[in-house]
């Protein structure tokens, strides 16, 4: 009769050993990674293949495609930079025309100022003053109104200039044109205000504004204000109120 040994490897008829399952799995690993390298070598193999398999037309091809791209790219930047140079000319030459139009306007505009003033301030007549304007522009006045008043006040006291009156409307004044108004008082000079007027102790203000338009459509406007001297003919400027537009 046969017993078995306790050593024995097979403990039951059909059961394999531990150690025989383990060493099979590792060599199923060992076969399964050398399986896994060698597709990728020859994955890396076919990749080297594929473009070592380029050929020299489709070398220069690519070249000519790279060439392109950077050739364009430097162009759109170049053409950027253009417009940009281009739009800043056109704003500076816009700016340029503006102010040569501005310039001609100037050049050209009508001027309206004071030609001259005089008339006669005596005792026991009619005061009556005349003030000629001339337009020394180049093109006509038009829709010329003016507006004047005159006033004997005490000496330090300035005239009311939201007084004036309207004169006279002239409508158009052509370039180097002369023309006049006249302002006169109803009533005749009293030798208190004659005598006053003399000696300084008052004044006799002739003061006004002229509004008219020029050929460009543009307003204008000019005011004076002269006073009546001691020697009872010459006529002064005032400080105040002698002034010009600068449309």
Not at 158 to 175: F, M, Q
């Amino acid at each position: 009769m046969e017993h078995s040994h306790p050593n024995n490897p097979e403990n039951k008829q059909g059961e394999p050993n531990t150690a025989d399952i383990s060493i099979q799995i590792d060599k199923t690993k060992k076969t399964e990674h050398s399986k896994i390298d060698t597709k990728e070598q020859a994955q890396k193999t076919n990749n080297w293949r594929g473009f070592s398999s380029i050929t020299c037309y489709e070398g220069i091809n690519i070249i000519i495609m790279i060439l392109i791209f950077f050739v364009t790219a430097i162009y759109s930047a170049f053409a950027g930079l253009q417009w940009i140079v281009l739009r800043e000319q056109a704003k500076n030459m816009k700016e340029t025309v503006n102010v040569m139009s501005d310039q001609f306007q100037l050049d050209q505009r009508a001027w309206i100022g004071i030609y001259e003033m005089s008339g006669q301030f005596k005792i026991g007549e009619i005061s009556t003053i005349d003030i000629m304007f001339i337009n020394s522009g180049k093109t006509p006045a038009k829709q010329v109104v003016c507006k004047a008043k005159g006033r004997i006040i005490p000496l330090g006291v300035e005239p009311d200039y939201t007084k004036e009156i309207l004169i006279e409307s002239k409508g158009i004044l052509a370039p180097q044109q002369v023309s006049g108004i006249k302002i006169t008082d109803a009533r005749p000079v009293t030798e208190e205000h004659f005598g006053a007027v003399k000696s300084g102790k008052e004044r006799l203000y002739i003061y006004g504004t002229v509004y008219y338009s020029d050929t460009f459509n543009k307003n204008h406007w000019v005011s004076f204000c002269y006073y009546l001297g001691h020697d009872m003919v010459t006529w002064t400027p005032y400080i105040n109120h002698n002034n010009t537009d600068d449309n």
